[in-house]
């Protein structure tokens, strides 16, 4: 098995938003915000070579919005999926499966592109598998007012519409390995339904996926979550669970959203759960 960390683009995110009630105060110390109260956000995929599988986990924003959606995101850098790949000696035609932890746009929407003349959509990996599960499928294609501007159609229909679409069948505990992908999943609903948390037995490390559950190191008080949860007591006992269980066998923190922290493994304190050690993707996948 080989990983390469894929770099979809960054971003910017309101501060207080990601946050929740944490004072700017506090959370500004780990990830500094703007003269607009943005902090740096990052889309960092991660594509899983195993066998004859390639296998990306999210894809990021995509590019077919409108420049006036992408402005609301002060979008930086020049990474692109598709520079990333190559860098790596891949083409996107060359994905198997597209693991998606869920369906919110800066999570999926890199899954699909305009097609040739822009009169409607179609899958951007063209020979891949899309994996969701059908309790997320349900939640997301039928959004409740809070989230509907996260769930967008056309980020979501085509890939059901291609026929590209299967869903990962769940276990009855909360972690699970999956027969389809060979992932162990942890399956969570603080931030969304069923989001999923893919665990991958890389050499002898856990590497985890963090998607939501983690957006930063900035995140790692337990007190400090997104405003953007929809079940933030939730988040509370999930993250806290996982937390533990992450120091106790020195989990390898692959973080999503991070600008500048890329890997992290945490410890236990007398203030709990805290950053022990912070990796580039280089250190610990190559």
């Not at 995110?13 to 500004?28: E, H, Q, Y």
């Not at 598709?82 to 060359?94: E, I, Q, V």
């Not at 996982?242 to 410890?267: K, M, R, S």
Request: aromatic share 12%; net charge negative; with cysteine.
């Amino acid at each position: 098995m080989k990983l390469y960390p894929i770099e979809a683009g960054n971003f910017k995110l309101d501060g207080g938003a990601m946050f929740g009630v944490v004072p700017k105060t506090l959370w500004n110390k780990t990830n500094p915000a703007d003269e607009n109260n943005l902090i740096d956000i990052a889309a960092r995929c991660l594509l899983v070579e195993d066998g004859k599988r390639l296998i990306l986990i999210d894809t990021g924003m995509g590019d077919k919005q409108s420049e006036k959606f992408f402005g609301y995101y002060s979008l930086w850098g020049d990474d692109t999926i598709d520079k990333s790949l190559a860098k790596y000696g891949f083409h996107r035609d060359d994905i198997t499966d597209v693991f998606m932890t869920h369906l919110h746009f800066d999570h999926c929407g890199g899954s699909v592109e305009w097609n040739k003349d822009r009169t409607g959509y179609q899958p951007a990996f063209k020979n891949a598998v899309f994996w969701s599960n059908d309790n997320h499928w349900d939640w997301a294609t039928k959004p409740n007012p809070r989230e509907k501007a996260s769930f967008l159609s056309e980020n979501i229909l085509p890939m059901q519409e291609s026929g590209q679409l299967k869903f990962i069948e769940r276990p009855q505990a909360d972690f699970g390995i999956s027969k389809e992908l060979d992932l162990g999943i942890l399956y969570v609903d603080g931030h969304t339904e069923k989001m999923m948390i893919p665990h991958i037995q890389y050499q002898d490390k856990t590497i985890v996926f963090m998607a939501d559950l983690l957006p930063t190191a900035g995140h790692l008080p337990l007190p400090y979550v997104m405003g953007y949860d929809t079940r933030p007591l939730l988040t509370l006992p999930e993250k806290e669970k996982f937390l533990n269980t992450a120091a106790e066998n020195n989990y390898y923190l692959f973080l999503e959203h991070d600008a500048h922290n890329q890997i992290i493994t945490v410890e236990q304190t007398e203030k709990g759960v805290r950053l022990k050690e912070v990796f580039t993707c280089e250190d610990i996948i190559g």
